[in-house]
T-cell receptor
Framework: TQLLEQSPQFLSIQEGENLTVYCNSS?????LQWYRQEPGEGPVLLVT?????EVKKLKRLTFQFGDARKDSSLHITAAQTGDTGLYLC???????????FGTGTLLAVQP | DTAVSQTPKYLVTQMGNDKSIKCEQN?????MYWYKQDSKKFLKIMFS???????INETVPNRFSPKSPDKAHLNLHINSLELGDSAVYFC???????????????FGAGTRLSVL
């Protein structure tokens, strides 16, 4: 069974701090996506990474796909209260449309 | 206009009842999904349909029966509801049928089901 473990599970920080969320697996994925989910809403895609070692930046968010395409990280610089939410990584195992979602990281940014 | 809409948003019912959740997408996508998110926020796929055809059926009890009357609609009917069915159910759609970079999922806002 393919699993994506995220760490930490919970994170509470002050506005302005930096943080990193990790998404790890023993399986290889053809691509990996990051979603953010706010209370009462469905997940919304932030980014897709495809190539091993790829780094993508989205304003203050930096995403990296591991060289072996088994893991990924999300780094947020100078967190803002609007970054609060549940962050989910999701891996595509291969030539299917199935996504395996990670265990989630609940981020709370305090003002 | 909401891209993926599901109804109802909240559903409170007694054990043993039968209930349905409806989903519609106006994105023109061929593939639709049902996911279950448990109390620990773990999101797991249940079913996927491509152009009205079932293509993914995870290990889900037979009490759950999806139906896709056309590619823009995917409904979920649940028979004989149990306490363990309490969760948030999400509908999603995507533009591609076979994995890859463009397999981006667009989610509805969820249906919070509480079985008493």
């Amino acid at each position: 069974t393919q699993l994506l473990e995220q760490s930490p599970q919970f994170l509470s920080i002050q506005e302005g701090e930096n943080l990193t969320v990790y998404c790890n697996s023993s399986s290889v994925f053809s691509s990996l996506q990051w979603y953010r989910q706010e209370p009462g809403e469905g997940p919304v895609l932030l980014v897709t990474v495809v190539t091993g070692g790829e780094v993508k930046k989205l304003k203050r968010l930096t995403f990296q796909f591991g060289d072996a395409r088994k893991d990924s990280s999300l780094h947020i610089t100078a967190a803002q209260t609007g970054d609060t939410g549940l962050y989910l990584c999701a891996g595509a195992p291969g030539a299917t449309n199935k996504l395996i979602f990670g265990t989630g990281t609940l981020l709370a940014v305090q003002p | 206009d909401t891209a993926v809409s599901q109804t109802p948003k909240y559903l409170v019912t007694q054990m043993g009842n039968d209930k349905s959740i409806k989903c519609e997408q106006n994105l023109g996508h061929d593939t639709m999904y049902w996911y279950k998110q448990d109390s620990k926020k773990f999101l797991k796929i249940m079913f996927s349909y491509n152009n009205k055809e079932l293509i993914i059926n995870e290990t889900v009890p037979n009490r759950f029966s999806p139906k896709s009357p056309d590619k823009a609609h995917l409904n979920l009917h649940i028979n004989s509801l149990e306490l363990g069915d309490s969760a948030v159910y999400f509908c999603a759609s995507s533009p591609m049928t076979s994995g890859g970079v463009k397999n981006i999922q667009y989610f509805g806002a969820g249906t919070r089901l509480s079985v008493l």
